[in-house]
């Protein structure tokens, strides 16, 4: 990570962004490219993204790469993104760990193939030991599957005669960003303004921004502007008191 800062961090800022990276398609499309172009630009924008972000005061950052209703695309797309996590992996993971990154992969490690699976366990031993920055990669993630796991966990513990209460803390406790920090900030890009089945439990109290450039044009410059937004925002927690979520102290 450079020591020169792209931009500087406003005093109130996210200290966990989970970005929505959506529009390869469409970057792709308005070029007359194929979208598996698009997708590897894609990979170029969150290199840019991963390098800015400690410098913009972020701490984690979650980054949507392969839904569970992904697998609907056509296999050659499938094929496309798997092919990237190959090739991100295997060019980045010695340099992320050099930077101090810890790289966990968020979703179901079954029904992905053997040799992403390997991939993914690699990445994650090859960093366990760094805790300058999270970098949580949400692949074969989906929201729903993520709350059905940790209720699954819940069932098990039970049927192995342990005693516990349902509650917030032992659902969240089993899913797959347990330990995280909260999610303060919720980027989609492409102009779309859903959330597409990501964070659907950790999405409770976080900021939504939406912005219109399609992803393969994301950077330092997008990723300060979304941080500038929420830097506005007042965020109450259902009460009535603003409650300042300053980079290291977040609220909830
Ligand atoms: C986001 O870009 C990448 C993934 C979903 C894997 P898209 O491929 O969804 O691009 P659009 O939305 O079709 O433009
Ligand atoms: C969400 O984007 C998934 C990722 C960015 C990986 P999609 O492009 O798959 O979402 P929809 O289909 O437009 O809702
Ligand atoms: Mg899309």
Redesign the pocket.
Known sequence: MSAEPVATAPAKGPRHVALI???????A?RRGLP?AV??RE?VQALRRTIKAAPELGVQCLTVF???TE?WSRPADEVSD?MGLVRAFVGSDLNRLEAAGVRVKVLGRRTGLPEDIAAIVARAEAQTAHNDKFLLQVAFNYGGRADLADAAQLLVDRARAGEDFIVDEEALGAGLSTAGAPPVDLIVRT?G?QRLSNFLLWEAAYAEMVFQEI??PDYGPEALAEAIAQFACRQRRYGGREVIDTAYGEAAV
Request: proline share 0%.
């Open positions: 990276m959506d529009g390869n398609g469409r970057w499309q979208r698009g997708h894609g790469g392969f839904s992904n993104l492409s779309e399609l992803w």
